[in-house]
């Protein structure tokens, strides 16, 4: 099956007109472009929504929610379809884009979907410093979804920052951080599905354990985090440290303490971490994920029954831009021990709902900014106040519960997702039709928006 644009024009214009309750003429829906919807058409370009990654979650959660609420979106990924064929998944249609040597995200690509679908606005959800051969041809048409998570960006980031036509930022400590520039940016939560990550009833639990080969008396350390990078970003070895520090001070409670890790321990782009685990001598204490299930992605009904069987979830990062898994577990009423740095300072809220690890320094990652070095004796202390102090942890979970409910992702868009594409909307429509044209276009027809 090849790919039709006006195809699926065709399906979108419908969608238009039963909004505006008037029937579609045959210029609009065969032979001319897309006519003015009553809300922003959006290209939607990052990882396709069925990768069980944080951009593939973001998507799959956020984009059928904008189309039920009248946006038109197509997707276009970067990652997760190959050239040659396209998907259509749901109310929108995932759209492959041409990577080559020379445009390794397919940027090219993108400026023809504009072009082709007629979109209003390319809104960018993937990491902002791959963007500048993007920023350079969309101008104000480009609005960044992006994480922020290091803090002193060199001035080459900054630049790029300004050059994007909105900007909106995950988390609080994003938002300050670029104020330091002098950029405004607009705060967008990621969320969670509160429907399906949920507690389970106590006399539940053991069942979640045995699934995961976990038995009911242990008290189980759970990580859920790529193994993907060359640099310690998710902070693999000082979590295993912390571990060893930890069973070195309590020899007995090897008995009954296991880590859980929900990772592939193979990846040749990251740690070897059977390796790791090995030297530290902690390799008896761990329960690796199935690495087939890895592979195909668990659903999210699994992965809850994965985070119930936890006591608490550990995450040692070195940084995060919003940390899906944390805000997750929180749903399912599960506390987490992580660095005090960027985002992960808010998931626990500032402390009242998860145990805080002060980093030890900080240190400069591969794009100049600099990043946290976690404290693995910081984080040994933590796991043994978890061990110990059984209340603590329980009213820590009983918090994180609560606040996970501000965060359900109904409530993220209707309170801020649909608020910032309204602005958008004013400001877009408010520009001449040439300061709408996308450079170096053919096209750039845009329809003119209908005025109210």
Not at 27 to 39: I, L, N
Not at 64 to 87: H, K, W
Not at 342 to 357: D, F, H, P, Q, T
Request: charged share 25%.
């Amino acid at each position: 099956m090849s790919l039709n644009p006006e195809e699926i024009r065709k399906q979108i214009q419908e969608k238009i007109q039963e909004q505006q309750g008037t029937e579609p003429s045959i210029s609009q829906t065969v032979s001319g472009p897309v006519a003015p919807s009553p809300k922003l058409k959006i290209l939607w370009y990052g990882v396709a929504p069925y990768i069980k990654s944080g951009y593939g979650v973001v998507a799959a959660a956020c984009v059928d929610r904008l189309i039920a609420r009248g946006y038109p979106t197509i997707i276009a990924a970067y990652y997760g379809i190959d050239s040659g064929g396209f998907l259509k998944l749901g109310n929108t249609y995932v759209v492959p884009v041409d990577k080559t040597p020379g445009d390794q995200f397919g940027f090219a690509s993108i400026l023809k979907h504009m072009d082709k679908f007629q979109m209003d606005i390319c809104l960018y959800m993937t990491d902002f410093w791959v963007a500048r051969g993007l920023a350079d041809r969309l101008g104000e048409r480009l609005q960044v979804y992006t994480p922020i998570d290091h803090e002193n960006y060199a001035a080459e980031q900054q630049d790029l920052l300004r050059k994007f036509g909105g900007l909106a930022i995950p988390s609080m400590h994003g938002v300050r951080e670029v104020a330091k520039y002098g950029i405004k940016a607009t705060y967008l939560p990621h969320g969670v599905d509160i429907n399906v990550y949920k507690p389970v009833p106590e006399i539940e639990k053991p069942k979640c354990r045995e699934y995961f080969k976990l038995k009911p008396e242990q008290f189980v350390v759970g990580i859920v985090a790529e193994n993907n990078d060359n640099e310690p970003r998710k902070g693999w070895d000082a979590m295993f440290n912390a571990v060893k520090i930890f069973l070195d001070n309590n020899p007995d409670a090897r008995k009954d303490f296991k880590l859980m890790c929900h990772t592939n321990p193979y990846n040749p782009k990251g740690y070897n971490l059977i390796g790791l685990s090995k030297n530290l001598k902690i390799e008896d204490v761990i329960t690796w994920q199935d690495p087939y299930m890895k592979l195909l992605g668990m659903p999210p009904n699994l992965m809850m029954v994965l985070y119930n069987s936890f006591d608490v979830l550990f995450n040692l990062a070195s940084r995060e831009g919003f940390c899906l898994p944390m805000l997750e577990a929180q749903a399912c009423g599960i506390p987490s021990i992580t660095t005090r740095f960027s985002a992960m300072i808010e998931r626990v809220n500032y402390g009242k709902c998860g145990w805080l690890v002060k980093p030890k320094g900080l240190r400069f990652s591969p794009i100049n900014a600099q990043t946290a070095i976690p404290d693995e004796l910081g984080a040994a202390d933590a796991l043994q106040e978890a061990y110990d102090k059984d209340k603590l942890r329980k009213m820590y979970g009983k918090r994180s519960l609560a606040y996970s409910k501000n965060f359900s992702w109904d409530l993220i868009v209707d309170k801020y997702f649909v608020p910032w594409l309204e602005d958008i909307d004013k400001a877009f429509k408010s520009k001449p039709l040439e300061a709408r044209k996308i450079a170096g276009s053919s096209q750039n027809n845009v329809v003119p928006p209908k005025q109210e």
